[in-house]
């Protein structure tokens, strides 16, 4: 048995990329999680960055209401892309595709 699941809330970190293909539309962005804590008595935030693929209706919503600072919660799967560069070289790129997502709150001001 194997699992492949995803939950992240976070807020978006650039519009939405919108690219219509011959099986509709296809919706990219990228979405920030952050994690607080304390490190030698300071406050410290680590941010991490993650790629975001919609596809069909999902892709349709977002296309409309998903902007920069949108605060989402996102149910998912891992995928990872490989391809080669124009110079031969193998390049990775791991995101998330999304099942369900929710909006949450506000764009942050």
Do not use: P
């Given at each position: 048995m194997s699992v492949n699941k995803?939950?992240?809330l976070g807020r978006v970190g650039k519009e939405p990329?919108?690219?219509?293909?011959?099986?509709?539309?296809?919706?990219?962005?990228?979405?920030?999680?952050e994690r607080k804590y304390r490190k030698d008595n300071q406050p410290v935030t680590e941010t991490e960055w993650h790629n975001i693929v919609m596809w069909g209706r999902?892709?349709?919503?977002?296309?409309?209401?998903?902007?920069?600072?949108?605060?989402?919660?996102?149910?998912?799967?891992?995928?990872?892309?490989v391809w080669e560069d124009r110079n031969q070289i193998k390049r990775y790129v791991t995101e998330i595709y999304v099942d369900t997502f929710d909006f949450l709150g506000g764009k942050k001001e």
């Open positions: 995803v939950f992240l990329d919108i690219k219509e293909l011959s099986k509709g539309k296809i919706c990219s962005f990228t979405l920030a999680t999902n892709a349709q919503i977002a296309e409309k209401y998903i902007r920069k600072g949108s605060q989402l919660y996102i149910e998912g799967k891992l995928r990872t892309r």
